[in-house]
């Protein structure tokens, strides 16, 4: 495979973030080019009707999206649908403009297949994004996740996360609510009970325009921290969650990276996808999920869907398997619902909760 036998071991001689930058504007590049997305697109995008599906009243091509760390800055829109993606999460975004934390701060974790980051949500603010995404085309659906201004204190969360929500809501598909990155200082407190009522009570309160909400959860919380999340999102008649964001915990690593930040990749696979059947099994359905945390294959994914996720995210398996990899996990997804009998990707989701 040439991207593991060749393109791969060449971007991994560097430093990570150096890699992320040299590729995302290489696919920036491309994707200006009329010729250039097609080509990409022929190679990358694979197309089924079984795929299809609509979540939240959004109809997705297919199931499997980019998730929000990749394209910080809506810079990537255009070029995300060549690699066949179904749908793409920008972010995070902040009100603020912030640089994020001092550098290095991604680690590649290669015998665990695996990544360290702590990035701190560094992003052009609210306003130059809502302001790209506005003059932005786009064949998929796109979201916007937004998180807390490092320079809010947490008992002003609400009114910062309204600032981005009113800024971007007009211009995105959807909105997923990060309350969950390890690397912004006491951001997970806003997943507790009633500190989540009142924001996602502040977002529903503002949301005219109906845009689906989603919030996305640590996998790091407890059964019932989980429980008080589902009651919240229930009561706050959101759209769904997303399950999960990074974890603290490094249990099982065999490499010897040791730095802090969230670890995302393969090690998340088992506890990202018991979040969400354990979601599924307690909503019956009612809040619909993406799953997200190690899917590198189609296997993963159809695990993922099977356990209760109606769409899958990944971001660390794009890293790792390559620009192919939306493509070859769709194909694969297709052979597997043919195989167990299912028309759709819905049919699919929840049969093993």
């Not at 598909?173 to 407190?189: A, F, K, Q």
């Not at 507790?192 to 309160?205: S, Y």
């Not at 996720?309 to 493509?327: K, M």
Request: glycine share 10%; with cysteine; charged share 20%.
């Amino acid at each position: 495979m040439l991207y593991k036998d060749v393109v791969r071991p060449l971007l991994f001689l560097g430093d990570p973030e150096r890699a992320h930058e040299r590729a995302a504007h290489a696919l920036s590049g491309y994707a200006r080019s009329s010729l250039l997305r097609a080509a990409m697109a022929g190679c990358w995008r694979y197309e089924h009707p079984a795929l299809r599906t609509t979540v939240a009243g959004i109809s997705f091509p297919n199931p499997v999206g980019l998730a929000a760390g990749f394209d910080k800055d809506a810079a990537l829109v255009q070029g995300v649908p060549c690699l066949g993606f179904g749908f793409l999460e920008v972010g995070a975004v902040t009100a603020l403009a912030q640089p994020g934390n001092p550098r290095p701060r991604l680690f590649r974790l290669v015998k665990d297949e695996a990544i360290i980051n702590r990035m701190g949500s560094n992003n052009l603010g609210a306003d130059e994004i809502a302001r790209r995404l506005a003059a932005s085309r786009r064949g998929i659906p796109v979201g916007a996740n937004i998180g807390k201004s490092k320079a809010v204190p947490i008992g002003k969360a609400s009114a910062d996360y309204l600032a981005s929500f009113s800024r971007l809501a007009p211009v995105v598909d959807y909105v997923t609510v990060n309350v969950s990155s390890p690397n912004t200082p006491g951001l997970r407190s806003l997943q507790g009970r009633a500190q989540l009522r009142a924001l996602l009570g502040a977002l529903q309160k503002a949301n005219a325009r109906k845009v689906p909400i989603f919030v996305k959860i640590a996998p790091d919380l407890t059964r019932a921290q989980v429980e008080d999340v589902i009651a919240v999102a229930l009561a706050a008649r959101i759209a769904g969650i997303v399950a999960t964001n990074t974890t603290l915990a490094r249990d099982g690593l065999v490499s010897g990276v040791r730095e802090e930040g969230g670890l995302s990749g393969r090690p998340l696979t088992q506890r990202s996808r018991e979040h969400v059947r354990h979601i599924r099994k307690r909503t019956k359905g009612r809040l619909p999920i993406i799953g997200v945390g190690g899917v590198f294959t189609a296997d993963d994914a159809y695990e993922m869907i099977r356990a209760g996720a109606s769409l899958v995210q990944l971001y660390t398996g794009l890293i790792y398997e390559g620009p192919g990899i939306a493509s070859r996990i769709n194909e694969g997804l297709v052979r597997r619902l043919q195989a167990d009998g299912y028309a759709t990707v819905a049919d699919a989701v929840g049969t093993k909760a």
